[in-house]
């Protein structure tokens, strides 16, 4: 069993930064595609951005430019720095560990943590 713990979640000004951490127990951490999704009150759970086990990366269309995904391997660590704040950026943010492509259900996702943006 894959377990993901994330850390940096907290209020922050609009225009402020944070950074989003996630760390996995897997030792096959290198080769899973890693990604953040956000959740609003009251909307689905979003893509946000993934990162490639060759880091290649991808990002929704809302935080192109102002978000910034990467990962460390040796620290098995998902990074998701955040900057230029919105409030529409306020949401549970959760880290997921993709390995479907190996494993049918090597899926898996974080606890989720609190981003809240004040206007």
């Known amino acids: 069993q894959v377990q993901l713990v994330e850390s940096g979640g907290g209020l922050v000004q609009a225009g402020g930064s944070l950074r989003l951490s996630c760390t996995a127990s897997s030792s096959t951490f290198s080769i899973a595609t890693m990604g953040w999704y956000r959740q609003a009150p009251g909307k689905e759970r979003e893509l946000v951005a993934t990162?490639?086990?060759?880091?290649?990366?991808n990002y929704a269309d809302s935080v192109k430019g102002r978000f910034t995904i990467s990962r460390d391997n040796a620290k098995n660590t998902v990074y998701l720095q955040m900057n230029n704040l919105k409030s529409e950026d306020t949401a549970v943010y959760y880290c997921?560990?993709?390995?479907?492509?190996?494993?049918?259900?090597?899926?898996?996702w974080g606890q989720g943590t609190q981003v809240t943006v004040s206007s």
């Open positions: 997921n560990f993709d390995l479907t492509w190996i494993i049918d259900r090597g899926n898996y």
């Open positions: 990162i490639t086990t060759n880091d290649m990366t």
